[in-house]
């Protein structure tokens, strides 16, 4: 009864007058699994004045899932530069069960394989939502990675991988290469 009124003032509060209040109610819903706000949620990435909330507004969108948010998120995560592109690029990998799975796989591939380390290091964190055995074996590869901070997160991504004999197999390989550096 008590999260179903929490719900119902969420709701309310989407007529709020400030934008600000709107959006928080809107995000609120979507972390919940309810779409109500989800037009609240795509006006906020291009009407916010601070870009914390826009982002916010991205990563909620992809919270929630739902098909409209899709060509917005699609939008943002190929739109070089943007201030929203890497929230983005990690947003809408959840949107992966529905028709768009290639479209989304493919441009996660495609920034894993250029030379952009703070959009890489989100699409690895899809990936690792995406699930898949070939996702996995993206993950793998950017283990031995020359950017520091590439590996590391791939690593850290690697407790979650469904083939654990593979994550140790390449783990090893890290380790090795990494004491060469030091005999």
Known sequence: ALRTQRIG???????????DSKFLAAEGL??????????????????????VYRQRAVLALGQLAHPRAFDQLLLLA??????????????????KSGPHAEVIFNRLKQIVKADAPGLKLHALTGLRWFNSPEAWGL????????????PIH??????????????????????????????
């Open 139 to 150: 993950i793998r590869e950017q283990v031995t990675s020359p950017d520091w901070q590439i």
């Open 9 to 19: 003032i969420l709701r309310a509060a989407l007529n709020h007058p400030e934008a």
């Open 78 to 95: 190929k739109h070089e530069g943007h201030d929203l592109q890497e929230q983005a690029v990690e947003a809408i990998v959840h949107l």
């Open 154 to 183: 791939a690593i850290g991504l690697l407790k979650h991988d469904v083939d654990p004999d593979a994550a140790v197999k390449v783990l090893r390989l890290r380790l090795k290469t990494e004491s060469q550096y030091y005999l």
């Open 30 to 51: 979507a972390l919940a699994g309810h779409p109500d706000g989800i037009q609240v949620l795509l006006t906020s990435i291009d009407l916010l004045a601070a870009l």
